[in-house]
Structure formats: structure tokens, C-alpha cells
């Protein structure tokens, strides 16, 4: 309906640019012949009155001037049996008045016309003395006549009717014509501008087809040549997109064999890799205790190499694994005091070797948050503030930002230029350790933390110049405070009472495992699948320890060692070490109260998550 309507508002602005003019001159032409006409019949009828006057006067002027009464009203009765003439009156100033009038009813309207009676000279009889005044002639009287102007008005009425009816003809035929003229433009219009409306709905095969020797037979030609240009180009472009589809799928399909495949390698990688790491590191731990005061410092810089290997190999699996799009935020409410004080418990022991003092600013405020994830953020942001801080001080905060929770990282350390704002969080970028040296770093810690971000749905912002220090910034989702529930107390540690299971399929492990855990005074006993540990389980008394990989070699896993020890005994302290980092794991163990310790393990946190240990006893 649109191009429709259009297309009669085309024809009637086409038939008003036609008919106005044509209006405004029929108008202009007839109103000007018509008063025209008018003017020449009222100047014909001026003339003819005051000609009949005058000559009514000059008939008139020697009987008026004798007297002859008898005379003049045989003048004035004759005068007025001549048509159009109503009333004849002739009177001169010595009481002579002689008047004659059409019999019949007078007339409606009429028109005074009056000449001056004067003597003429002797010889001014002629034709051309009668036209014109004498002026030497003595005035004795006038004469007046009443004309009847009916006549002159309806001739006039007549003129005006047949102007309206000159101009009404002449109208009606601009009208028609202009009516042509617009459907010749406004049809040719209406066509085309359906046609074009059909081609942009995505009707390409619409077609004017106006076969017309014109400038619309032209533009119809064009449209319908675009037309078939557009189909033809849809045409090639659909053949593309398919094409094009077809390529994206199968990289799509090759994508996720990719990303499968990377997380096999990682799943892989995660648990190979860190065996051979967790093994040396359970023997240099044993070596450590027997060594000499001169071996001591060999085992030290081994110690410190391992150390070196297993946070390269924590931060390339944890950045592959954000990469490969296998970490899943697990959201919760955190409180910030739970989360300022995990991250103060691990960070204290650096702080306290950089002599940096560290300061938390605690608030009670609560946020929406995977715990583990803004750990490691928090975690790596504190870290590299302390390293970079120059012995001054390093302050977390926490502030309320309308609904989120703006957590900030400040040093008074060396600072960095703007230039490199963008460039830290690339991997394996470090400012100031040209030489590569592991003491200072990986140059991963910002990369994992800038990822980590990603995922949590924020970003990190740096503000830092030269010699000011740093600040490094993020926000959280506000969250309310939940419900205080009342629980049971948890239970105290309970001390060593000297048993151990060791279950792990890398053999060198359960060797080095057992080899500390003896060194400590543990009976120890050893499995390295799930069917060879269960029996032992079943066995009485009870383990007071459970050490036990994740993955086996077979198809079930260390849960399943873990279910049957809780079984046998709810005071067996249960540790599950594995290369597994995934949330889900962590989260599974959190739930079962097991203590996961993430490989390769050192000693001294080994140690420490067994609790207190009996002092070993030498025979």
C-alpha cells in the first residue's frame, strides 16, 4: 500500500504543478477580458446617452429660444419613442419646462444625461457643428435625459457569465490535461517505485519492464539491469557464504578436536609432569635431613632449583588451562576477611623475606566470587607488589563502589612507565630481569591474573609512573551478607599415632613419600592401586594417615581409596595429592573434608599438613 499511496501523491503533485498554472492564467485572462468588455460597454453607453442628449439640445434651440412650446414637445414626445429612451426634459431659465415619458411602466434603472441648449451662429448648421460645442454660442436652456440601463446590465451580466463559463471550459480541459500528464508520469513512477520496494523486501526477481522511449523507459531498463546484478551477486555470494560456512564448521569441528586435544595434554601433563617433580622433591626433602654441613648448601640450590621447575610448571599449566577454556567459575558469596586472610596466610612468609611491611585493610563486605580464582589473583597482585616494593610498603584495600566492591593492591616500590601498562600482562614480560632469574619471577604472574579476571568478568587496571610506586585494581560484584548459621566446633588436629598409607602408582613416589614419612617417625605401609590398597584399609588397627594420588592406573580413582578409609576409620586424616588443580576437585574435597596438596609437594608443606608428628626413634 506505501508505494501505492505514494504513487498518487506523485500524480496529485504532478496534477497541481499542471493545473495551477493554468488556473492562475485562465483566472487572470478571463477576469481581465471580461471587466474589459464591461468598461467597453459602459463607455458605449456613456457615448450614446450624451450623444442623444446633444443631439436632443441641438434640436431643441431655436424653439426653446422662441418659445415654441408646441414645438418642443413634439421634439420631446419623438425623443422618447426611440428605444432605450425613458424620459425627455427641456426647460430654460424663463419657466419653459416641457417633459415627455415612455408610456408603460418605467424603467427600473436608468442613467441622467444632460446637454446645454445654445444659439448657434448663422452657418453653423453643418454636419460637424452639430458634434461639437460652439463655444461662441449663447446658452438658453438644457435638456436632460433618463436612458434605461437595463439592457446595460445584463449585457454586462452576460459578459460576466460568459467569462465564468470561458474560464469554468478552460479549467475543466487544464484539468483534464493535467490529469493525463500526471497519470503519464505517476503510472510509470507507480511501477517503478513497486518494483524497487519488491527489490529491497529481497525480491530480486521483480522486473519493471516499462517499454517506454523515454527517460522512465530508460530508468526502468536500469533498475531492471540492477536487479539482475543484485540476483546475480546474491547468487555468488549465497555459493560463498555456504562455502565459507562449510570452512568455519570444519574449523570449528578442528577447533574443538584442538582444544580437546589440549586439554588431554594438560590433564596428561598435569599429572606427568608433576610426578618425576614431586618424587625428586620427597628425595632431596629426605637427603636433606641426613646431609652433611658440607652437602647442606648442594642441597639447598637443588632445593631451590626444584622450586624454580615446579612454579614454571604450576603457571604454564594454569595459564594453558584459562587458555583452553577448561576453568569453570564456581561463584559464591566470599567474605573479604576470608579472602584478605587466605592470601595473608600465604603471603606473610615473602613479605617477611623482602622486610616489606604488608598491610590489610579489612571491611566487612561480601562478594559474588569463584574464591579460588580471586585468590590467585589477589595472590599474584600481593606477590609481585612485595617483590617490586623496595622494602617499604605494600597495602590491600577493599571499598564499596555503588554495587561492586573495588579491591586495590598499593606499593610505594620503583613504579612503572606508562608505556608498559599494557605490556605486563604478556607472558614472560619482566621489566628489570634481563638474565631470567627465577628469583625474580616468572613474568606469568600478571598474565594468569589478567586472564584469571576474564573469566570472573572484570579487568585490571594499573595506575603507576616512575619512582611513585604502583596501584592495581579490580572489581567485584557486591553481594549480601548471608544467614549466620550455627556449627559444631571443628575437631582439634588429632597427633601422629604413626601409621601412614602411601597410595600412588609412580613407585619413586611412594618410595621418597615413605622415606620422609619413616624419617618422622610414621609406620608407613604402601599400595599402588586401588584393589592392592583396600585390603589394607580393612586391616585393623586403623591408619592414622591416608597419602593418596588421584589418579591411578585404573579406570577409578583415589576417591575411591579415600570412601573406603572414612569407612574403616573417622579419625584417619585424609590427604589427596594429585597435579589436579580443577575446580571441581577442589570443590569435591572441600565437601568431604580432605586436605588436597597440589604436586609436586614440598617437604616442609607436606609436613605441615600432617600435623603434629612423633619425633622419630633411632634403635
Not at 361 to 383: G, Q, S
Not at 400 to 418: F, L, N, Q, Y
Not at 558 to 584: F, N, P, Q
Amino acid at each position: 500500500m506505501k508505494p501505492l499511496s505514494h504513487a498518487m501523491d506523485v500524480q496529485q503533485r504532478v496534477m497541481l504543478l499542471g493545473l495551477v498554472p493554468c488556473a492562475a492564467a485562465t483566472v487572470l485572462l478571463t477576469s481581465y477580458f471580461t471587466i474589459d468588455k464591461i468598461r467597453t460597454l459602459e463607455a458605449a453607453f456613456a457615448e450614446s446617452g450624451a450623444a442623444t442628449a446633444q443631439r436632443l439640445s441641438s434640436y431643441s434651440d431655436l424653439s426653446l429660444y422662441a418659445g415654441d412650446i408646441e414645438a418642443l414637445r413634439r421634439i420631446s414626445q419623438n425623443a422618447v419613442l426611440e428605444a432605450g429612451i425613458d424620459s425627455v426634459a427641456i426647460s430654460n431659465g424663463n419657466g419653459v419646462y416641457i417633459s415627455a415619458r415612455r408610456s408603460g411602466p418605467p424603467a427600473r434603472q436608468t442613467r441622467s444625461f444632460s446637454a446645454a441648449v445654445r444659439i448657434r451662429p448663422t452657418g453653423a448648421l453643418d454636419d460637424v457643428s452639430m458634434d461639437r460645442r460652439d463655444a461662441a454660442a449663447d446658452e438658453v436652456g438644457a435638456v436632460h435625459v433618463r436612458v434605461d440601463s437595463g439592457r446595460l446590465y445584463q449585457q454586462e451580466l452576460q459578459s460576466a457569465l460568459t467569462g465564468l463559463l470561458l474560464g469554468l471550459g478552460t479549467l475543466l480541459a487544464a484539468m483534464s490535461a493535467a490529469r493525463s500528464l500526471a497519470r503519464g508520469i505517476a503510472t510509470p513512477l507507480r511501477k517503478l517505485g513497486e518494483t524497487v520496494a519488491l527489490i529491497r523486501s529481497g525480491d530480486l526477481a521483480a522486473r519493471s519492464r516499462l517499454h517506454r522511449d523515454d527517460e522512465f523507459g530508460r530508468l526502468s531498463i536500469g533498475i531492471d539491469d540492477m536487479a539482475e546484478a543484485l540476483a546475480r551477486h546474491r547468487c555468488e555470494l549465497e555459493t560463498r557464504v555456504r562455502l565459507a560456512t562449510h570452512e568455519a564448521q570444519q574449523q570449528i569441528l578442528q577447533a574443538g578436536k584442538a582444544n580437546a586435544a589440549k586439554a588431554r595434554f594438560l590433564a596428561a601433563a598435569s599429572h606427568d609432569l608433576r610426578q618425576p617433580l614431586h618424587a625428586v622433591g620427597l628425595f632431596v626433602g629426605k637427603l636433606r635431613e641426613t646431609a652433611s654441613a658440607d652437602q647442606q648448601p648442594l642441597v639447598a640450590r637443588i632445593d631451590e632449583g626444584l622450586a624454580g621447575m615446579a612454579g614454571l610448571l604450576t603457571a604454564l599449566m594454569e595459564i594453558s588451562r584459562l587458555d583452553a577454556g577448561v576453568v569453570e567459575p564456581q561463584r559464591a558469596v566470599v567474605a573479604i576477611d576470608r579472602l584478605f586472610g587466605e592470601v595473608q596466610a600465604s603471603v606473610d612468609m615473602l613479605a617477611i623475606q623482602h622486610g616489606t611491611r604488608l598491610v590489610f585493610r579489612r571491611r566487612a563486605l561480601h562478594v559474588d566470587v569463584d574464591l579460588a580464582l580471586c585468590e590467585r589473583i589477589l595472590c599474584n597482585l600481593v606477590e609481585n607488589a612485595l617483590r617490586y616494593a623496595a622494602g617499604a610498603a605494600v597495602l590491600v584495600t577493599a571499598s564499596r563502589r555503588d554495587d561492586h566492591v573495588r579491591i586495590e593492591v598499593r606499593d610505594d616500590g620503583i613504579g612503572i612507565a606508562p608505556m608498559y601498562h599494557e605490556r605486563i600482562f604478556e607472558e614472560f614480560f619482566q621489566l628489570d630481569n634481563p638474565e631470567r632469574d627465577r628469583r625474580k619471577g616468572l613474568g606469568l604472574g600478571l598474565a594468569i591474573c589478567q586472564r584469571a579476571a576474564h573469566l570472573l568478568g572484570t579487568r585490571i587496571e594499573v595506575a603507576s609512573a616512575i619512582g611513585r610506586g604502583s596501584s592495581f585494581a579490580f572489581e567485584l560484584p557486591l553481594a549480601a551478607a548471608p544467614a549466620i548459621v550455627a556449627t559444631a566446633p571443628a575437631p582439634a588436629a588429632l597427633p601422629a599415632r604413626g601409621s601412614a598409607l602411601v597410595v600412588d602408582d609412580d613407585r619413586s613416589i611412594r618410595e621418597g613419600t615413605i622415606g620422609l614419612l619413616e624419617q618422622w617417625g610414621l609406620n608407613t605401609a604402601s599400595a599402588g592401586c586401588v584393589d592392592s590398597a583396600l585390603p589394607l584399609l580393612q586391616a585393623q588397627p586403623a591408619f592414622d594417615y591416608l597419602l593418596c594420588d588421584l589418579q591411578l592406573r585404573e579406570i577409578d580413582d583415589g576417591w575411591r581409596v579415600i570412601e573406603a578409609a572414612r569407612r574403616a576409620s573417622a579419625s584417619t586424616r585424609l590427604l589427596l595429592i594429585s597435579g589436579d588443580t580443577a575446580a571441581a576437585t577442589l570443590r569435591r574435597a572441600r565437601e568431604n573434608g580432605v586436605i588436597v596438596l597440589t604436586k609436586p609437594v614440598t617437604p616442609a608443606k607436606l609436613r605441615a599438613a600432617l600435623g603434629p608428628v612423633a619425633k622419630p626413634v633411632h634403635p
